[in-house]
């Protein structure tokens, strides 16, 4: 099944510690995203890409940053987690961008900083 | 700009009652509107989406229509099961990237 895959599903780090989290998709989508989700909260996007192009969010956290080496596989990079940084991060995707796109997100990664 | 605008839970329901979530919403044009559930522990998943006005949307024994004289899309299920205990989000497509409400917590007891 085309999908949406997110490694690893619960990471633990130490407070400053760089980490990465990784998402692969199969299905071949133009547009990937990468979202913090706190506990009771709507997701949150931190930046998206649209094929190469970056797009980053006004008040994403220039803690955060992104990597889209191919059309498959996108990275997120946190090079100094702190405590508030811990959260289920989300990755998705989408065939396009506009208003009728669906989009297709994978299990998510639980993030612990200690 | 965009804005979703969703009923605070969390809902708690006895199994087989009737299930109503509030959505309302505030865009320019004409965006497409989806509901989003979140089982615990995973992510989103689609439940179902209109893509335009009067347009009703429905999977799984859930319905939502696109009401835009009332600007709303309020998911309905007639008779709710244990198993779908989750978190709703109501989304309104935007140009490049959705807009998401707060979400909506169901709890059915048996």
């Known amino acids: 099944d085309a999908m949406v895959i997110q490694n690893p599903r619960y990471q633990v780090t130490q407070f400053g510690k760089p980490v990465t989290l990784s998402c692969s998709q199969t299905?071949?989508?133009?547009?990937m995203y990468w979202y913090q989700q706190k506990s009771s909260q709507a997701p949150k996007l931190l930046f998206h890409?649209?094929?190469?192009?970056?797009?980053n969010e006004a008040d994403t956290p220039d803690n955060f940053q992104s990597r889209r080496p191919n059309t498959s596989f996108c990275f997120l990079d946190i090079r100094s987690p702190g405590l508030g940084d811990a959260a289920m991060y989300l990755c998705?995707?989408?065939?396009?961008?506009?208003?009728?796109?669906?989009?297709?997100f994978g299990p998510g990664t639980r993030l612990l900083v200690l | 700009g965009n804005s979703v605008t969703q009923m605070e839970g969390p809902v708690t329901l006895s199994e087989e009652a009737f299930l109503t979530i509030n959505c309302t919403y505030t865009?320019?044009?004409?965006?497409?509107l989806f509901w989003y559930v979140q089982y615990p522990g995973e992510g989103l998943q689609l439940l179902l989406k209109a893509t335009k006005a009067d347009d009703k949307g429905s999977n799984k024994g859930f319905e939502a229509t696109y009401r835009k004289e009332t600007t709303s899309f309020h998911l309905e299920k007639g008779s709710v099961q244990v198993s779908d205990s989750a978190v709703y989000f109501c989304?309104?497509?935007?140009?490049?990237?959705?807009?998401f409400g707060r979400g909506t917590s169901l709890i059915v007891h048996p």
């Open positions: 865009a320019t044009g004409y965006p497409s």
């Open positions: 890409y649209y094929d190469k192009d970056f797009n």
């Open positions: 998705a995707t989408s065939r396009d961008a506009g208003v009728r796109e669906t989009q297709y």
């Open positions: 299905l071949n989508h133009n547009v």
């Open positions: 989304a309104l497509g935007g140009s490049y990237i959705p807009t």
